[in-house]
């Protein structure tokens, strides 16, 4: 909250599907741009050309970058994505 004194973490979710080629590209320039506290979210909705492998890759060297696997491909509501994102405890880790 502004003006509170407390820092917040700043989130960037980035929804992924069929990403492997770009997704290297992507998240580094990311990561380049974003605050050094910030953090990325990439979401994998379960893609067939191994985009979900690069983003365990991704999430193994680089702590600033966490992946949700999703079974299926289905909309990212932006107000849960932000709202878990944004607690203490992100839905996604907790469980």
């Not at 289905?74 to 203490?88: N, P, Q, W």
Request: charged letters at 30%; a positive charge.
């Amino acid at each position: 909250m502004p003006g509170s004194g407390t820092r917040q973490t700043p989130w960037l979710v980035l929804p992924s599907y069929n990403e492997a080629e770009n997704l290297r590209q992507v998240v580094s320039a990311v990561l380049a741009k974003l605050l050094e506290s910030g953090r990325v979210l990439i979401v994998d909705d379960n893609s067939p050309d191994g985009t979900g492998k690069i983003t365990d890759d991704f999430a193994a060297r680089e702590e600033r970058v966490e992946v949700l696997h999703r079974k299926r491909k289905t909309s990212l509501r932006c107000r849960s994505s932000f709202e878990s994102a944004s607690s203490a405890t992100p839905r996604w880790a907790a469980r």
